[in-house]
């Protein structure tokens, strides 16, 4: 059974930092690209980060980059997403996926407030 535990969202002011966690369980962890993705009230769901398998080649959005940081840990089963200089319309519930085609999994969210 899959599973996913995610962490580490909550209320912060514009200019502060947070760290989301996304501990897997119920697959080969470290055979799967993960990635952060967002959707903020009344928007589509868009792609914040990605990395590959085996933890090269980090992507990220325009709206992101120099900001955010992902890593993972397949030592751990974790996927992180480091996120600084936060800003208002950063906003969101962020979901971790995991994907290898043709199976993906998706984690339950967790909320990002970034308001003063």
């Known amino acids: 059974q899959v599973q996913f535990v995610e962490s580490g969202g909550g209320l912060v002011q514009p200019g502060g930092s947070l760290r989301l966690s996304c501990a897997a369980s119920?697959?080969?962890?470290?055979?799967?690209?993960m990635s952060w993705y967002r959707q903020a009230p009344g928007k589509e769901r868009e792609l914040v980060a990605t990395?590959?398998?085996?933890?090269?080649?980090?992507n990220y959005a325009d709206s992101v980059k120099g900001r955010f940081t992902i890593s993972r840990d397949n030592a751990k089963n974790t996927v992180y997403l480091q996120m600084n200089s936060l800003k208002p319309e950063d906003t969101a519930v962020y979901y971790c996926?995991?994907?290898?085609?043709?199976?993906?999994?998706w984690g339950q969210g967790t909320q990002v407030t970034v308001s003063s």
């Open positions: 119920g697959f080969t962890f470290r055979t799967y690209a």
């Open positions: 990395i590959t398998s085996t933890g090269s080649s980090p």
């Open positions: 996926n995991a994907r290898r085609l043709p199976q993906t999994y």
